[in-house]
């Protein structure tokens, strides 16, 4: 008898153990996951986000079938082409009809930063002409071992073309973040042509 009470007790003891361990898994587990909850946004992370939405190919199909007399289908294919010091990002755009995508009509770098804090907006989206248009032709269809470095890319940041300040969409609205302008900055408030 006294073996099993013994046995009984380690038994319960372990119970004991384990039932204070789940707790605990849970509690951090919980706590963990209220802090990613609650976690707020920052300038760099709505940079990174709008840096990879606009990465990628996308067709205006839809647009060009619904109206094909007004709109062309085009192919827009951008990706990441180098980053600077301060951590913007520096993506590669081409604009070309979706039949001849290897000749691209329009070219161009666009840098995404978070904006300034003085303003308030969320992120500072520039364009700029590229140097040399030839030697980027279908960059982000090329291999990265094909593509010009990064040091490079950076090097053949050209003209300054425009800046547009985008503002994280209220909750609710059908966007994710909008054009926002604020008159006391004389820069530009417009989007490209």
């Avoid at 301060?86 to 009809?97: H, K, N, P, T």
């Avoid at 003209?159 to 994280?168: G, N, Q, S, V």
């Avoid at 609710?172 to 490209?192: A, I, V």
Wanted: with cysteine; charged share 30%; glycine share 6%.
């Amino acid at each position: 008898m006294g073996t099993g009470s013994n046995s009984e007790s380690e038994g319960n003891g372990w119970g004991r153990a384990r039932g204070i361990l789940v707790k605990a898994a849970v509690l951090i587990g919980g706590a963990i996951l209220l802090k990613r909850l609650t976690k707020s946004t920052t300038r760099w992370d709505h940079a990174r986000f709008v840096s990879h939405s606009l990465s990628g190919e996308k067709f205006s199909m839809e647009q060009a079938s619904r109206d094909p007399d007004n709109y062309f289908n085009f192919r827009m294919v951008t990706c990441p082409a180098a980053e600077l010091v301060d951590g913007s990002r520096v993506l590669y755009f081409e604009q070309a009809f979706w039949r001849t995508p290897s000749k691209p009509f329009r070219q161009r770098f666009y840098m995404v930063k978070p904006c300034p804090k003085e303003m308030k907006c969320d992120v500072e989206l520039s364009s700029y002409a590229i140097r040399d248009v030839e030697e980027y032709k279908n960059f982000c269809d090329r291999s990265k071992a094909q593509r010009p470095l990064p040091e490079e890319v950076i090097g053949d940041i050209a003209e300054h073309l425009t800046t547009i300040y985008l503002k994280r969409c209220e909750r609710g609205k059908r966007c994710l973040y909008e054009e926002w302008c604020n008159l006391l900055y004389f820069r530009t408030c417009s989007l490209e042509e």
